[in-house]
């Protein structure tokens, strides 16, 4: 089974802290977490410039500005008008208690997330980042990074659902939001620059010692990922049977 830890350590010592998230306020990091989906960090940081400029960085504002002025304002992230309406629903949400990230915590996890994922537009992968690094609880960001990096290292809990891959990765780590959002950090950068999609660069990486897949330089196949899954199209069969990522 691999170290967890171990492998949080050897990532640090190679790429050093990152820095994340960068917010000045935990409703940025909120809307950050919407406005990346689906999209490179640098297209969301460019709406979030856009809404600053506007003076829309505050859940009361935003909730007042009409949802097609608000998507005019994050057209850079790409699919602005959907993520305009998820992002009223998100401040509506936070209206229920009072726009204070202070009352969020007191809720307790459980119950946040579970009421963060009946909002529009939040998924597990959104909640998770929200409640990490936005309320400061100490859960971990499941991504198809992280299923990439531990798959290639041969771990089997990679491929299961968000759930069960996500309870794996906490099981072996301390309840540290600071590691895990590190962690999560380390795992983006390492998946970007080293661990690439096609032709990993094994030389440089600094698990190499403990992978399954080292010096191989074939991609993964296409169905070790949730994002094949959806590939499969509306209307067309998707490939359970053979899936190695469903749970
Ligand atoms: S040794 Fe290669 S395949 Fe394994 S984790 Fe590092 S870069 Fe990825």
Same mark, same amino acid.
């Given at each position: 089974m691999t170290d967890r830890l171990r492998v949080y350590e050897l990532l640090f010592e190679q790429h050093g802290p990152q820095g994340w998230w960068p917010s000045e306020s935990p409703f940025e990091t909120m809307v950050g977490a919407v406005l990346t989906q689906r999209t490179a960090w640098a297209n969301a940081a460019r709406a979030i410039d856009g809404l600053r400029a506007a003076r829309l960085l505050a859940p009361q504002r935003m909730r007042a500005e009409p949802v097609e002025s608000l998507a005019a304002r994050i057209r850079?992230? $790409?699919f602005f008008r959907t993520k305009a309406r998820k992002l009223h629903a998100l401040c509506g949400f936070l209206s229920r208690y009072g726009d204070d990230v202070a009352r969020l915590r007191a809720a307790g996890a459980a119950r946040l997330r579970a009421e963060l994922l009946a /909002?529009?537009?939040? $998924?597990p992968e959104t909640a998770d980042a929200i409640m990490l690094y936005a309320v400061g609880a100490p859960t971990f960001v499941v991504d198809a990074y992280a299923r990439r990096i531990f798959s290639r290292l041969g771990e089997p809990s990679a491929g299961a659902g968000y759930a069960r891959f996500q309870a794996w990765l906490l099981d072996g780590l301390p309840a540290d939001t600071e590691l895990l959002g590190e962690y999560h950090a380390l795992l983006v950068r390492h998946a970007r620059t /080293? #661990? /690439?999609? =096609?032709? %990993? @660069?094994c030389e440089r990486c600094a698990l190499r010692r403990r #992978?399954?897949?080292?010096? @191989?330089t074939q991609p993964i =196949? %296409?169905?070790?990922t949730r994002a094949a899954c959806r590939r499969t199209g509306p209307g067309r069969r998707p490939h359970r049977a053979r899936c190695r990522v469903r749970g």
């Open positions: 850079a992230s $790409g /909002v529009h537009g939040i $998924g /080293v #661990c /690439v999609a =096609r032709q %990993p @660069r #992978c399954a897949n080292a010096g @191989r =196949r %296409p169905t070790d």
